[in-house]
């Protein structure tokens, strides 16, 4: 399906240009549980022409749901299919999809309306159709994937759905792409105050658990959500999330709880799907997670590393709270000296990795893992290059770190504390693949950890290969 061109921030204040809106449906078995968004009247929207807030495109999708709900289905999906009705306006328009993967309303693309669309993936292969029908089932929340944009020469870019649940049966929803210097929900972060530590990170979010514990969970996410509050210390800001990945307290942008936003298939500008990556190891205990964090000096953007660490309060919600890594402080001023800068791209490191799967399920496990152990071989590019690994964490083939072949790294912790490579499983089995670490650069024989945005694909349900890009992204 050809989405719609639309250009706007997704989160707290700024607002960018927009050209048109765009849909994307989604498919998952069984029904949508409750809905969280209101059945109040549609209410209009004041949006100067050509501009649009998430917070305002939020309110179009409760708007349409709120319709729905008054004038029943029928009604309600012959006025979103209507492409001069009352729901498209500003180049946005609402769409709606049932629980089985049909399109229902697409008023810009009747040709596709009572088709099952649900296998549809992206350019990364996310399962994009189904994440917004699993994101709908939590009742309202924003989906993220990436997407061709036509008014772009068809570059891939970032993009945003915004989905609600109806009646249990099917949803509506709006979307549009991100322009760039965008801010994320798990990539947020408040402004430097001072240095910050690993061990300030933990105490805050220990704290936060301690609080909530001693005084229960409606008094602990109150105090969470004041951007003011005991839990807003400079870049440390406290957020809250049940498990099913729903918002429920965030100091940095308190709109994301107040309107129960789940985030569980939103990524970060990389990929990584930080929310569910933290939501899938923190029922174990404190786990550490990497993301980036968006500085913006000079008219620049630096997306500087950001650790994350998680605790579970009780068994049903967690907190984590995140700093830039400290080591890489120096990008709060747009320094980057002695910093390496990114010289590929996510998509280098996706198709090098499939590639490299491809080979291996044609040739056999044997002769994969001879032609990935070799430096001069078809997997390696320099400081782009593969290797494998099994699901107990053991490595098997590695072109440049030959001391670790046949050593099992499961339960290795990199100098933050982060379980390396049970966040990297974790990411094969329930994400996109794609994870965040720091790691020295072993094609340079370099020992000092950097950052990596890695991904990995299974081979078989014994091994996977993974490969990764160094550095940080400048734009």
């Known amino acids: 399906m050809r989405p719609r061109e639309v250009f706007f921030l997704l989160l707290i204040a700024a607002c960018l240009l927009l050209a048109a809106g765009c849909s994307q449906p989604a498919q998952q078995e069984g029904n949508a549980g409750p809905s969280a968004v209101t059945t109040a009247a549609p209410a209009a929207h004041a949006t100067p022409a050509g501009t649009i807030t998430p ?67 992206d350019r990364y292969g996310v399962t994009l159709v189904r994440n917004l029908q699993e994101t709908a089932g939590y009742g309202i929340g924003f989906v993220s994937y990436d997407y061709p944009n036509p008014k772009n ?55 936060g658990v301690a609080y909530a514990r001693a005084n229960g969970r409606e008094k602990a996410l109150s105090a969470f959500n004041d951007p003011k509050g005991q839990f807003a210390d400079g870049e440390l800001t406290m957020i809250a999330a049940d498990y099913n990945g729903t918002v429920l307290a965030n100091g940095i942008s308190p709109q994301t709880a107040s309107e129960h936003i789940n985030l569980i298939n939103y990524h970060d500008p990389d990929g990584v799907r930080t929310i569910r990556e933290m939501r899938d190891l923190v029922r174990n205990g404190g786990v550490f997670s990497y993301t980036v964090a968006a500085v913006t000096k000079d008219g620049k953007t630096y997306y500087a590393p950001k650790i994350d660490y998680a605790e579970p309060v009780d068994d049903t919600y967690w907190i984590f709270s995140g700093i830039i890594v400290p080591e890489f402080e120096q990008l709060h001023d747009g320094n980057l000296t002695g910093i390496i800068v990114r010289n590929h791209t996510r998509a280098e490191i996706y198709d090098l990795v499939n590639r490299a799967v491809t080979y291996a399920q044609a040739n056999g496990k044997e002769k994969a893992l001879a032609e990935i152990n070799n430096p001069d071989g078809s997997f390696v590019k320099g400081d782009l290059f593969v290797w494998a690994e099994d699901f107990s964490g053991k490595i098997l083939a590695d072109p440049y770190w030959k001391e670790g072949i046949g050593k099992n790294y499961f339960n290795e912790t990199d100098p933050h504390g982060a379980k390396i490579t049970q966040v990297s499983i974790s990411a094969i089995r329930s994400g996109t693949g794609f994870t965040h670490a720091m790691f020295p650069d072993t094609s340079a024989n370099s020992t000092a950890a950097v950052p990596k945005l890695v991904y990995m694909k299974p081979v078989d349900d014994t091994w996977w290969i993974g490969g990764g890009i160094y550095g940080i992204q400048v734009r």
Do not use: C, H, W
Request: proline share 4%.
């Open 153 to 207: 020469n068809n570059i891939i870019e970032p993009k945003l759905s915004v989905v609600a649940d109806v009646d249990g049966t099917y949803y509506v929803g709006a979307g549009g792409y991100a322009g760039t210097g965008m801010v994320y929900p798990s990539t947020g972060i408040g402004p430097a105050t001072r240095k910050y530590t690993i061990g300030d990170l933990t105490s805050f979010v220990k704290n």
């Open 55 to 121: 917070a305002d495109l939020t309110g179009r999708v409760k708007d349409a749901v709120a319709y729905a709900r008054a004038n029943g289905r029928e009604r309600a999906i012959a006025a979103f299919n209507d492409p001069d009705g009352q729901f498209v306006k500003d180049g946005v328009y609402i769409f709606a999809e049932d629980y089985t993967g049909t399109a229902l309303a697409e008023p810009f693309e009747q040709g596709i309306v009572g088709t099952n669309i649900g296998n549809m993936t």
